[in-house]
T-cell receptor
Framework: AQKVTQAQTEISVVEKEDVTLDCVYE???????LFWYKQPPSGELVFLIR??????QNEISGRYSWNFQKSTSSFNFTITASQVVDSAVYFC????????????FGGGTRLMVKP | DVKVTQSSRYLVKRTGEKVFLECVQD?????MFWYRQDPGLGLRLIYF???????EKGDIPEGYSVSREKKERFSLILESASTNQTSMYLC????????????FGQGTRLTVV
């Protein structure tokens, strides 16, 4: 069965600090997709990134970067020079090839960025 | 822009009432989902539908049912609301291909008293 674990329930940083959100997953499939979503206080989940199991290349998008390592079943998310607007709950999710695009979510990490 | 719209942001219902949560999407997505969000538990899948009149149970279907009579609309039904169903409910939709992201509605915070 698939499982996603976000061990950090809450993180607090001061603006301009770098912060890494951890995500560890379990799956028996060789073909799967990993996602990160952001949930701001307004409540609506916003898609950030998608990675397939065959592409371990790290990705950078502005202040955001993602580190996918199959050897450790991890898909970590780093925010560089954090800003107050980054304050949100962040979810990591997994979709398996045999699961019809159903997403399994981790418990979420609440990030608080203080000015 | 993809739009997933949930009919209510906040609802307060009494124990034993039948409750309908409505969700509409405008991107012709085949898949639609209902999730429940509780602190520390993340999002848990209640039901999903991959086509009109088709439905599959998710991880926590007990106490819920769904209806999908039209492609754009997916309803979640609480047959007899109970206090342990107080939660945030999130609807999502996506294309059937697993490599596409799901789009979410703004959520309905349901309180059962």
């Amino acid at each position: 069965a698939q499982k996603v674990t976000q061990a950090q329930t809450e993180i607090s940083v001061v603006e301009k600090e770098d912060v890494t959100l951890d995500c560890v997953y379990e799956t028996r499939d060789t073909t799967y997709y990993l996602f990160w979503y952001k949930q701001p206080p307004s409540g609506e989940l916003v898609f950030l990134i998608r990675r397939n199991s065959f592409d371990e290349q790290n990705e950078i998008s502005g202040r955001y970067s993602w580190n996918f390592q199959k050897s450790t079943s991890s898909f970590n998310f780093t925010i560089t020079a954090s800003q107050v607007v980054d304050s949100a709950v962040y979810f990591c999710a997994l979709s398996e090839a045999d699961a019809g695009n159903m997403l399994t979510f981790g418990g979420g990490t609440r990030l608080m960025v203080k000015p | 822009d993809v739009k997933v719209t949930q009919s209510s942001r906040y609802l307060v219902k009494r124990t034993g009432e039948k409750v309908f949560l409505e969700c509409v999407q405008d991107m012709d997505h085949e898949n639609m989902f209902w999730y429940r969000q509780d602190p520390g538990l993340g999002l848990r899948l209640i039901y999903f539908s991959y086509d009109v009149k088709m439905k599959e149970k998710g991880d926590i279907p007990e106490g819920y049912s769904v209806s999908r009579e039209k492609k754009e609309r997916f309803s979640l039904i609480l047959e007899s609301a109970s206090t342990n169903q107080t939660s945030m409910y999130l609807c999502a939709s996506s294309f059937v291909n697993m490599n596409t992201e799901a789009f979410f509605g703004q959520g309905t915070r349901l309180t059962v008293v």
